[in-house]
């Protein structure tokens, strides 16, 4: 609005109109932005509550699970020994039933695989157990075994959970438990890993690949460099004592890596890998801690 060069008392009226006109425009716009923080306000709150709310209904559900164990907790089988025995116990306070699945175990692109398989039988497949009753479970080989390669093998037990009371009003969760089973070759077979730290879309990764008959299992793994903790790296004058692993990644889970197959472990985006120091893998395996030399691959 212009309003210079109008008499006086058009002017001074069209002063008056301008300063209002500015003034609704504020007030217009202090209560636009304490609308938007209000509504910002009630969406953070309503989120809040939500989830509250959610946390507080799961808290309150009460959840339907048994509980079993078994012993021992893998088989090995063999020419010589085609058949084993295996005790599962139900721990909990309710009656369970289980049922057993045969799988044949294989890995591809670092994941695990599973396919029904016919090449073992467990019997009983089914069974009902009451508190602290004990089920035999039998595994036996109905295959020939190889004659230098390891075969693999996983037996599921899983929990049938009953039909819910017409009552009830929570939540049912069903146990499994995976047991591996291997079969020996004919021929001593044994596993034979190397590894190495290579990069893979833009990601570094702990390469693992075993070229060995035999599988391995590997607990509490951790990659470590060899370069000194104290003193800059490329210091000579730094005491060989000072020298001491620092662990660049550790992997808490049990891993499996079976006979000719690999996995890879993506390491963290903070992780220092030096190229120019020497990495090493150390893990606990069956016969003890066992440790390998760990390349770089160059980018």
Sequence with gaps: MQCAGLPDRAGRHCTLFEA????????????????????????????????????????????????????????????????AVMRVENRGDASITVQLQVMRWSQLDSQDQLAPSRELLATPQIFRLKPGQVQVVRVALLRPVEEQRELAYRLLLDEVPPPPA????????????????????????NAALTAAVIERDGRRQLQLSNRGQAHLQMTDLRL????????????????????????????????????????????????????????????????????????????
């Design 20 to 83: 209002l006109a500015r003034s609704v425009d504020v007030h217009w716009r202090l209560v636009c932005r304490r609308l938007y923080i209000s509504i910002q306000l009630i969406a953070v709150f309503r989120l809040v509550l939500l989830t509250l709310l959610a946390h507080l209904l799961c808290a309150a559900l009460p959840a339907a699970a048994g509980s079993f164990s078994i012993d021992p907790i893998r088989i090995t089988l063999s020419e010589a020994k085609p058949s």
């Design 166 to 189: 017409a009552d009830f009003r929570g939540l049912q969760m069903a146990l499994r438990v995976s047991m591996p089973v291997f079969v020996q070759p004919k021929q001593d077979a």
């Design 224 to 299: 470590e460099s060899l370069a000194q903790r104290f003193g800059a790296a490329g210091d000579s004058s730094a005491d060989a004592s000072s020298a001491a692993p620092r662990i660049v990644y550790q992997h808490d889970k049990t891993l499996y890596v079976l006979p000719g197959q690999q996995r890879e472990l993506i390491l963290p985006t903070n992780a220092i890998v030096p190229a120019d120091a020497g990495l090493s893998l150390r893990a606990q395996t069956p016969v003890g801690t066992q440790q390998w030399s760990v390349p770089v691959q160059s980018k």
